[in-house]
């Protein structure tokens, strides 16, 4: 079995006049991120991998993540998370090593709740919960039972969706 986390960024500062990618996390931002490593390790860790967007929010978001736990590996940045559409995740996500046990990615809405509306199996609260969106600092906890090339619509199962204690 196989497990991806879908994660949304932390809280980030309001648009400003560096451009969205260089947008920083809000202190709630660093509050949410900080506090919830050890949640989501225990959840779903350790990972294997780390596909993290380009954006500045969605770096800094890992960073606090994963601050001082071994469960989280260094993590790959990928400019083309910040721009990408489900489908191209999910192409990304199939093109993964059969070795690579566990993922976590950290990006942005819609994507996030998109995706996993996508792969989950079952119409139940779950995907109630995901269809309309997930706010910042949501993570959505999938079991996959197939290899990553054979990852498609309906081929996961969304075992929780978490947030941080605040």
Known sequence: M?????????????YGGLGDMQRTLAPRGRRQASSFGAQLAQEAGPFDLALV??????????????????????????????????????????GLADETRSVIVVGHEPVMSTLGYLLHDTQDNAARQIMLGIPTSTAIVLDVPVGWAQLDRSAAHVRNVLRPAE
């Open 2 to 14: 196989r497990s991806l986390v879908l994660l949304r960024h932390a809280k980030a500062e309001a």
């Open 53 to 94: 967007s380009g954006a500045l929010r969605t770096r800094e978001t890992y960073r606090l993540l994963a601050a001082g736990s071994e469960e989280f590996p260094t993590p790959r940045v990928l400019d083309e998370l910040y721009g990408a559409n489900p489908r191209q995740l999910l192409t990304l996500l199939q």
